[in-house]
């Protein structure tokens, strides 16, 4: 048996600076990629808590995106060796020295953003499992994660429901309530209605009593988006979204637009919005390069504004809404993590309805 010893070995101090639950393992399986586009499952050292860490048992990994990114080392090259996965939920089995908040044995999910607090417009966040540190994500049997990313699971979610949130959970709180700022009767277009997390924006939308209006590329999504309290449906592929939108709302335009595809997007987007109102986007998944009309901004007053992962706090209210069984995640569909390069695939094609979930294998 061959382990890779990329992952420092721990200093006697620092075994013994660390409480557990009975005997952890010196090895583990991981998502593991050494070169770019080569994603292997396979084994590695067990990582050991720092004096404010706390080492988990992974139950379940939620993909997102970033996991596509990563794989593609584009637009942004991450450490390699990689391990992905900036999403999880899990058992602690190991705590630091000075981690008081939480002991061995309870059941947390992870917020994405390292440092937890970053600043108050949440700048300075690197996201855990993609361009944070090497060897560190949440695709594999156990994760070193500092205590202050971790908060209880909510106890009406599974392990899979609870992976699938964190970072679209805290994501779309930011950007539809933070600053969005989403209220009783606006008129929210969101793109990608469907997905990991447009399925939650529409949810949000339902909350605050506002109309979703979801555009996704299918029947079958649409109709899924209806399920979760889309009040209108939009398919951009057979319908006309600008004619589609007019008859909604008329000349008026929406209040927001959940803006995250990017580049194929934003003018449409910026043309359906509203005197003053606001396109808040998220992401570029479509392309970062975009060539927009000016004069829908300054001459209509419209709001362009950028916006990234929420902060703990904004997650620790998303999570309140969770736990009263306003929001749940959409989950298309759970794979062992020796298929995670199938589960990335169906995240590039557009080809899930909500999160792909990856789970240890049970060998």
């Known amino acids: 048996m061959v382990v890779e010893t990329w992952m420092q070995a721990p200093t006697t101090k620092a075994v013994e600076e660390t409480k557990a639950t009975g005997s952890l393992p010196k090895t583990m399986k991981a998502v593991v990629m050494e070169q770019y586009g080569h994603v292997l ?17 992974i139950k379940a990994g939620g993909c997102n995106y970033n996991d596509v ?25 190991a705590i630091g020295s000075e981690v008081k908040a939480f002991k061995p044995g309870d059941e947390v999910l992870n917020h994405c953003g390292i440092p937890a607090q970053g600043n108050p417009e949440g700048q300075e966040h690197l996201i855990w499992g993609f361009d944070h540190a090497a060897m560190t994500g949440g695709h594999a049997q156990y994760a070193k994660i500092p205590a202050e990313n971790l908060m209880p699971k909510p106890a009406n979610l599974s392990w899979e429901e609870a992976a699938a949130l964190p970072l679209v959970l805290v994501t779309v709180w930011r950007q539809l309530v933070t600053k969005g700022g ?5 008129y929210v277009l969101i793109w990608g209605a469907a997905g990991g997390i447009g399925s939650i924006a529409v ?30 449906l939009i398919n951009r592929k057979t319908q006309d979204i600008g004619k589609e939108v007019r008859n909604i709302v008329g000349r008026r335009g ?17 043309r359906l919005v509203k005197w003053g109102g606001k396109v808040v986007i998220s992401g570029a998944t479509s392309g ?4 927009i009309d000016l004069r829908h901004i300054f001459f209509r007053q419209v709001q362009l504004i950028g916006c990234t992962l929420g902060t703990v706090e904004e ?15 959409l989950v298309h569909t759970v794979l062992p993590m020796s298929r995670a390069n199938e589960a990335y695939s169906l ?17």
């Open 315 to 329: 997650q620790r209210q998303a999570l309140k809404a969770v736990e009263m069984g306003m929001i749940k995640p």
């Open 69 to 93: 990114w990563a794989r593609k080392g584009a637009p942004l090259e991450v450490a390699l060796p990689h391990i992905f996965g900036s999403d999880c939920a899990g058992i602690v089995r």
């Open 41 to 57: 499952w396979k084994e590695v050292l067990t990582p050991i808590p720092g004096p404010n860490d706390c080492l988990i048992e």
């Open 288 to 291: 970062y390069e975009a060539t």
């Open 254 to 270: 929406v209040d927001i637009v959940f803006e995250h595809p990017g580049q194929q997007t934003i003018n449409t987007s910026l």
């Open 347 to 363: 995240i590039e094609k557009d080809e899930a309805m909500g999160k792909v979930v990856l789970v240890p294998d049970s060998c």
């Open 182 to 186: 989403i209220k009783p009767g606006d």
């Open 203 to 232: 949810q949000v939308c339902k909350m605050f009593h506002a109309h979703a209006i979801a555009i996704a590329s299918s029947h079958d999504k649409l109709e899924a988006c209806k399920k979760l309290g889309a009040d209108y």
